[in-house]
């Protein structure tokens, strides 16, 4: 079952998944790139090919600094004038969950078997935190950036609808679907951009507030990230409820995570959450250009398990 006859896996499939798809090892014990070690120069200068006209998109969604529906965790932010012959700013904010664009650090989630990328065990930092040992795995791996080639996987636009609604998740076979259709054929070391319509969605149900999606990507897409060697996944909906994955949560926890537990912990692939793709969307369907050279800088601090995030696609 999979990829090659359209069906998604089964319980026993899935938990296979941890070991199919597993990269500790693939590049050294050591190693705290993971799938960021298939961007390389080669692949970054091949990127840097595709910019003919200059025009520059973002993929980030504004901070939020009030509350609303949408978050009611807003990010902390005081400007301040004093004798001085500038400004001050302050901000602090929470970027995990399902408001801020932000990428995960290898260190962000564990496995099924407790331990983070590469085998590393859990070391409690904070009471009731479980982190790796140390600062290995931090966002500080990616103070080079993500850059390399990105391409638009537009499921809705596939589909012919406006968004990927509840009970319809997203699957892997689907971006092999979207990539033929757009003429464009996967790489190693791309930057998978995958547009399931989330703001259409959110627009769609105002009953909603914005705060939670009930719709998202299946697990059966972690077989295509695998067999493509990609690098990156970044996305606007996250992982489909557990009722549209078919398949209990890896971790016993309310969040759904199907697609977390492997790509982070097993594969070693960050995840850039919480993208906006409506303007590329739109760009990329009028220009009739699905790939790009994908930019984004993630602030460097030491253990840090993410970091907020503004991704810009460059045409």
Same mark, same amino acid.
């Given at each position: ?15 296979? +998944? ?24 080669? %692949?970054?200068?091949?990127?840097? !090919? ?6 520059? *998109?973002?993929?980030?969604?504004? /901070? ?8 009611? +965790? ?5 400007? !301040?004038?004093? #004798? !001085?012959?500038?400004? %001050? ?12 664009? &932000?990428?995960?650090?290898? !260190? ?7 331990? +983070?990328?590469?085998?590393?065990? *859990?070391?409690? #930092? ?44 997203? &699957? ?18 791309? *930057? ?37 060697? %990609? ?9 489909? @409820? ?7 949560? @890896? *971790?016993?926890?309310? #969040?759904?995570?199907?697609? &977390?537990?492997?790509?982070? @912990? ?20 009028? &220009? ?20 907020? /995030?503004?991704?810009? %696609?460059?045409?």
């Amino acid at each position: 079952m999979g990829l090659a006859d359209r069906t998604p896996p089964s319980e026993a499939e899935y938990a296979e +998944y941890f070991e199919r798809f597993s990269n500790r090892g693939r590049w050294g014990d050591a190693d705290e790139l993971g799938t960021l070690n298939h961007i390389t120069d080669e %692949a970054r200068a091949s990127a840097a !090919s595709l910019v003919t006209t200059g025009r520059a *998109i973002s993929l980030a969604r504004p /901070i939020d600094t009030e509350p609303g529906p949408g978050n009611p +965790y807003p990010a902390h932010h005081v400007a !301040s004038v004093g #004798t !001085s012959t500038g400004l %001050a700013d302050y901000i602090g904010l929470f970027f995990h969950g399902f408001a801020q664009t &932000h990428i995960d650090a290898l !260190s962000h989630i564990a496995g099924r078997d407790g331990r +983070y990328f590469g085998g590393r065990p *859990i070391g409690v #930092t904070t009471p009731g935190l479980a982190m790796p040992e140390g600062a290995v795995l931090g966002i500080q791996g990616m103070r080079d950036g993500v850059i390399g080639r990105g391409l638009l996987y537009d499921i809705p636009r596939l589909r012919g609808v406006d968004f990927v609604d509840s009970g319809a998740p997203v &699957h892997g076979w689907e971006l092999d679907d979207a990539a033929r259709a757009q003429g464009v054929e996967p790489r190693a070391g791309d *930057i998978v951009c995958l547009r399931s319509g989330r703001d259409e969605w959110v627009a769609a149900h105002p009953e909603a507030g914005g705060w939670s999606v009930p719709a998202g990507v299946h697990a059966s897409v972690c077989e295509f990230l695998y067999d493509t060697d %990609a690098a990156v996944l970044c996305w606007d909906m996250l992982d489909a @409820p557990t009722g549209d994955q078919g398949i209990p949560n @890896p *971790i016993d926890i309310e #969040t759904p995570v199907h697609v &977390h537990c492997v790509t982070i @912990p097993v594969m070693g692939m960050p995840l850039l959450d919480n993208a906006d793709f409506r303007r590329l969307s739109t760009y990329c369907a009028e &220009h009739e250009r699905y790939a790009f050279q994908f930019c984004a800088a993630p602030l460097v601090i030491d253990g840090g398990t993410g970091s907020p /995030i503004n991704p810009i %696609a460059i045409f």
